[in-house]
């Protein structure tokens, strides 16, 4: 049964990979993605027969080299994955079905479904991966089409430039995989993923490799700058796949390695939680200040991957201390809000689409009044942005409800200096927490309400009904996952003293409903709609209205010492003396610090590096020689054993 | 039946022989001495590997000798000497990267770099005095030619430093790893093919090897098209 449903799952996405590549038509494509929905519900049943019962099925697949099997298997952390992939990816299905058809050429729409569907194939199999080889194998396949996707509109400059960027970041996350994984083989000797029964000080270097390269594959701060320059450049069904799914399949591998070590140390736990918190907080301030929709939602997505390890975090640091039962609080807690971020971050990047495609433009100054334009868009966007705002009945609040008992239970730690660091998380959690409420009350606000600041959002339509119902899945499961959550946990198997959201979601709307019933009661005349009072000025003009950078002032205020400015003062003088001035330009903007002390001197020396090495490389016969010359006195002095 | 001892002395001061030609080869200016020393390197190398002969009795050191006779001290040399006649240059005063003595004072490194690290690699395996002496001249003849190809300009010049080099593996050959004596046999075609597109290509020869490519870029034979 279990193995039907995968290699059910495995051939259809196999067919609506290759189908669009052969046929290039309207119904090739809407073929591919109804195979791609097919493919989740099976992926659906096969998760949830093993969450149900705890299968932990193998599939050897072929022997692919002596000694190395091209295996296949799926446990309860893995089958929690795949279920995450299962339920985003019908709304991005659907979705597309009608997005691809706004690419520009037959070719490219069809390129693009071929190339979503094997994205969704790729990320399945790196999480069905039995051994890392294999794992490596779909992981690199899954960074190219990803890649591939941002890629899409090749034509623009700044598509490029995002796309060398990310080309870049997902190398070196994979060169730290490999050598992570290299020196885990050296270690035990198989290449399969099994308990790790080593002391703690043996596993640190595969430990701080494995997060470096799952870290930059995430978006942990300081190696999230790709995401911000990816999403944008990408089309948005494909930023919604990204950012819902493929950082969560870091966060797989990461959590993979990290459950099979049996004994973690406590500075593995600091330094993850450190790293979450930062992430979390970093990404929402960045967040605040950013006026490109997808761009403020790729920060959204840096804060939500920094929740999730903080989570991971708390984890690490629970079992250290031996508090197990507080550590699967914590696990839950992450793995939960990874499934939410996964629903509520596909949901706004739809939403997002959409809105991009109705008003022909990413900025958040050009939107307002969508509301009234994009009625079920706007109300899928409130959806979504209630949900990763955290706020009662959906899932985005059971998700950092977990979060919050672990951290509030973690008195239980003996150590006083652990206890001072998690209160000073826990703080810092809860400031990212009410940020990140700010920032979805402004992007909502700022989008559909008030009046239209533009032209081009006055003229917006609402969009057609595939990419209505396509984030109707999501936001439908937000709101069903929040109040659920209860049961969908104890389902799975994970009994936890957690409070019924049912209920609670029952009492509000009932309260809800009594306060709109007393309000409609105590109604003495009919309603009158007029305008707003502007202080006797006869029109409001959108100039009157909130801007999305004067919303975020207040905050921004606060924040200043992070959103760093720089002064660059270039002068020109005729003279050697300095003294007659020529010319001269000051230039005062933000500081990307990330960019600018973090990536951009490695990036140079680098560069200076191979400018002496290709020297090297000069087309003279003799210096190649030379070069086998001194490989062969090498060679003959290690062989002797001198070195 | 002559005296083994006898015998293998006598190998041990061809085997000085041997280096003193490796020597002459590196620095000589003179391109008929240097074909010369090579020659007469390929003749020592025949010379011990008969002696050889006259030590175990193996009719295949024999073969040998007689294939370096024919090949390397006879037909490879008469055709490198054609080519000298034919390209009209005597000496071959440029070098790359070393000069004559720093050469010879580098061999001098090479001799003592393979004689250390082959003590090691050798040790405790039962290998005589001799034979270990003549894997270290084979391995330092290797080196040596080496060193010729890349540090003389000529082409004729780089084309005996690789048939010096040669002679190096066959040494070693002879004395560690002893070649099946087919494979020494298509070395010795390889080599003679080698000589043979060397005279054909005489004509691009007679300067270095800069020059020769910037002859061959003017006739367009390796670029194709782009005719200027």
Same mark, same amino acid.
């Given at each position: ?45 096969f ?9 932990e ?23 929690g ?10 709304g ?10 706004? #690419? ?6 069809s ?35 990803s ?14 430039? #995002? ?48 997060f ?65 918190t ?8 960045? #967040?605040?200040k ?61 939403? #997002? ?51 919050y ?50 032209e081009?959002?006055?003229l ?52 809800y ?80 610090f ?50 | ?22 020597? $002459? ?8 001495s240097? $074909? ?74 090479l ?45 004729i ?28 046999? $298509? ?11 060397t ?30």
């Open positions: 049964m279990l193995e039907a449903l995968m290699y059910g799952a495995i051939a259809t996405l196999l067919s609506g990979t290759v189908l669009p590549l052969l046929y290039r038509s309207k119904n090739i494509r809407k073929t591919s993605f109804g195979l791609s929905l097919l493919s989740s519900i099976l992926l659906i049943g998760a949830g027969i093993i969450l149900y019962t705890g299968k099925p193998v599939f050897p697949v072929i022997g692919f080299l002596p000694g190395l099997d091209f295996t296949l298997s799926a446990d309860r952390l893995a089958a994955f795949i279920l995450l992939i299962a339920v985003v990816v019908p991005v299905s659907i979705y597309s079905i009608e997005y691809v058809e706004h #690419a520009k050429s037959e070719a490219r729409k390129l693009q479904t071929a190339l979503t569907n094997l994205f969704v194939l790729s990320m399945l199999m790196v999480v069905l991966a039995g051994n890392m080889v294999v794992f490596l194998i779909f992981w690199e396949i899954m960074s190219i089409s890649l591939l996707l941002v890629m899409h509109d090749y034509s623009s400059e700044k598509n490029k430039k #995002a796309g060398f960027f990310y080309f870049v970041m997902t190398n070196i996350s994979t060169a730290f995989l490999f050598v992570g994984f290299i020196s885990l083989f050296r270690l035990t000797g198989s290449p399969d993923f099994g308990q790790l029964e080593y002391p703690a000080a043996d596993l640190a270097l595969p430990f701080l490799f494995l470096i390269g799952f870290g930059v594959k995430a978006g942990l701060v300081p190696f999230h700058k790709w995401l911000p320059y990816a999403h944008p450049a990408a089309p948005s069904s494909a930023s919604a796949l990204m950012s819902g799914v493929m950082l969560k399949v870091a966060v797989y591998g990461f959590l993979r390695f990290l459950l099979s070590v049996s004994a973690p140390e406590l500075w593995w736990g600091v330094l993850i939680l450190t790293a979450g930062l992430s979390a907080l970093f990404g929402v301030i960045y #967040a605040l950013e006026n490109d929709i997808k761009r403020l939602l790729a920060y959204s997505s840096v804060e939500n991957i920094g929740i999730i390890f903080t989570g991971i975090g708390l984890y690490a640091i629970f079992k250290v201390e031996g508090l197990e039962s507080l550590a699967l609080l914590s696990l839950t807690g992450a793995c939960f809000h990874a499934f939410n971020h996964a629903l509520f971050k596909s949901l706004l990047f739809l939403c #997002a689409g959409s809105v991009v495609h109705a008003t022909g433009t990413r900025k958040i100054e050009a939107f307002g009044g969508l509301v009234k334009k994009m009625p079920v868009t706007s109300a899928l966007f409130m959806i979504g942005s209630v949900s990763i705002a955290s706020l009662p009945p959906t899932n985005g609040f059971a998700g950092e409800l977990l979060l008992q672990a951290f509030f239970q973690s008195f239980a730690v003996t150590d006083p200096l652990i206890t001072v660091f998690l209160i000073i998380a826990l703080s810092s959690f809860a400031l990212t927490g009410a940020l990140a409420a700010a920032l979805f009350v402004k992007l909502f606000g700022i989008t559909c309400l008030a009046i239209p600041r533009s081009k959002s006055r917006a339509e609402e969009v057609q009904k595939p990419m209505l119902i396509g984030p109707a899945v999501p936001a439908a499961l937000c709101i069903f996952g929040g109040l659920f959550s209860k049961q969908l946990l104890s389902l799975a198997g994970l009994e936890i003293e957690f409070p019924d959201l049912l209920l609670l979601g029952i009492l509000l709307g009932l309260i409903t009594a306060l709109f019933m007393i309000i409609r009661s105590k109604e003495t005349g009919p309603a009158r709609i007029s305008e707003t009072w502007g202080c006797g000025i006869p029109t409001l003009t959108p100039y009157m209205e909130y801007s999305s950078a004067g919303f975020s002032e207040p905050l921004v205020m606060i924040f200043k010492s992070v959103y760093r400015t720089k002064i660059l003062n270039r002068t020109e003088y005729f003279d050697d003396q300095e003294s007659l001035f020529k010319n001269g330009k000051v230039e005062i903007r933000l500081l990307r990330f960019e600018e002390y973090l990536y951009t001197p490695p990036a140079r020396a680098i560069d200076i590096f191979s400018k002496y090495v290709s020297k090297l490389q000069n087309g003279k016969l003799d210096s190649y020689v030379l070069y086998a010359f001194l490989a062969v006195i090498v060679l003959i002095i290690a062989t002797g054993g001198f070195i | 039946m002559i005296d083994p001892l006898f015998l293998e002395g006598i190998i041990k001061i061809l085997f000085v022989f041997v280096l003193i030609s490796a020597g $002459l080869i590196i620095s000589t200016r003179n391109l008929s240097i $074909l010369t020393s090579y020659t007469i390197q390929s003749f020592l190398l025949a010379a011990v590997s008969f002696l050889l002969y006259l030590i175990d009795g193996k009719s295949q050191l024999l073969l040998l000798a007689g294939l370096t006779l024919g090949s390397k001290v006879i037909l490879i040399p008469y055709f490198i000497s054609r080519i000298e006649e034919k390209i009209r240059i005597g000496r071959d005063i440029h070098f790359t990267y070393l000069e004559p003595t720093t050469s010879l004072m580098l061999s001098i490194g001799i003592i770099l393979s004689y250390s690290s082959l003590s090691k690699i050798f040790e405790g395996l039962p290998l005589s005095k001799l034979f270990f002496f003549g894997a270290v001249i084979g391995l330092s003849l290797t080196l040596m030619g080496m060193l010729v190809v890349f540090s003389r300009k000529r082409v010049t780089k084309a005996l430093g690789y048939l010096s080099m040669e002679n190096g593996v066959l040494m070693f050959g002879l004395f560690v790893t002893e070649l099946p004596f087919i494979i020494e046999v $298509l070395i010795v075609i390889d080599l003679i093919i080698l000589v043979i597109l005279t054909i290509l005489a004509v691009g020869m007679d300067s270095s090897i800069e020059e020769y490519r910037e002859k061959v870029r003017k006739l367009q034979i390796w670029t194709g098209g782009e005719f200027r």
